[in-house]
């Protein structure tokens, strides 16, 4: 990633030479309600892994643990080498929710939410410095909200509100960035413009696990898919994940692409 958010990002050496994500035998219940078995993955740095799975598979689940917000019965993640609050404190990790998650009502203006991004930068003053609000400046002309800085939050499209959040992604300059089914519910303009971003991160040396729906996009979004039912079913090539064989596995569907009764 490069502009002002990579370049202010604090302590960006640590675990370098590690890979940027590791999963190890993950185990979460919600009660008596198995949501994630045993779930271990490991993504390199420089991709787009696309993480699908039917509702109820556990992908939220997954995001959450990662981040540090879930605690697992079992398991371990790195993250950069980085313990979930070593990474958080970082600025290394960065996450886009699905919009129920969110408070559209709170009255935050969208160069609000951005700067958000910039808090591991700014320690306990959160005082915005000239880094900072070029690193927003940024990322808000990089998803084409420039001009919608001031308005509410709550006031936005759905696209535009999803792109608001990738912002402050990519003002935090993080090295990893976890998105929530960032395409449910946009306008195809927003897809695109989210898309674009993610493969230019990618490029740039950052790592992106992105869960979505849409399958058909999946070829030019990701270099690598996880099939995900609680646990890892597949991790493989977009081609290898498509197959309908595979798809029967983690949605339920026939070889014919119905679903079972």
Not at 40 to 59: A, E, Q, Y
Not at 228 to 242: C, I, K, M, N
Request: net charge negative; with cysteine; hydrophobic share 40%.
């Amino acid at each position: 990633m490069t502009g002002p958010a990579a370049s202010a990002r604090p302590d960006a050496s640590a675990g370098d030479e590690a890979p940027a994500l590791e999963v190890h035998g993950l185990t979460v219940h919600y009660g008596d309600v198995l949501a994630l078995d045993d779930v271990s993955l490991t993504l390199r740095r420089g991709t787009v892994c696309g993480l699908i799975g039917m509702n109820g598979s556990g992908k939220s689940t997954l995001f959450k643990a990662i981040m540090g917000t879930v605690h697992p019965d079992r398991g371990r993640v790195a993250i950069a080498g980085r313990t979930p609050r070593q990474a958080r404190r970082a600025g290394v990790v960065g996450y886009v929710p699905q919009s129920e998650e969110v408070d559209w009502a709170f009255p935050l203006s969208v160069h609000d939410v951005v700067m958000m991004g910039r808090y591991g930068h700014q320690g306990f003053t959160r005082r915005p410095r000239p880094a900072d609000r070029a690193a927003v400046a940024e990322a808000l002309e990089r998803v084409e909200l420039a001009d919608l800085a001031d308005r509410r939050i709550g006031a936005l499209s759905g696209g535009q509100r999803k792109r608001a959040f990738v912002a402050r992604g990519l003002a935090q300059g993080a090295d990893v960035l976890l998105l929530d089914e960032p395409f449910a519910g946009v306008d195809r303009p927003s897809e695109r413009t989210i898309s674009e971003l993610l493969r230019e991160l990618a490029a740039g040396g950052a790592t992106v696990l992105v869960s979505s729906h849409d399958l058909e996009a999946l070829p030019r979004l990701a270099d690598e898919v996880i099939l995900l039912l609680r646990r890892v079913l597949l991790h493989g090539s977009p081609d290898e994940a498509l197959q309908p064989e595979q798809l029967a596995r983690a949605f339920g569907l026939d070889l014919t692409g119905r679903s079972e009764d």
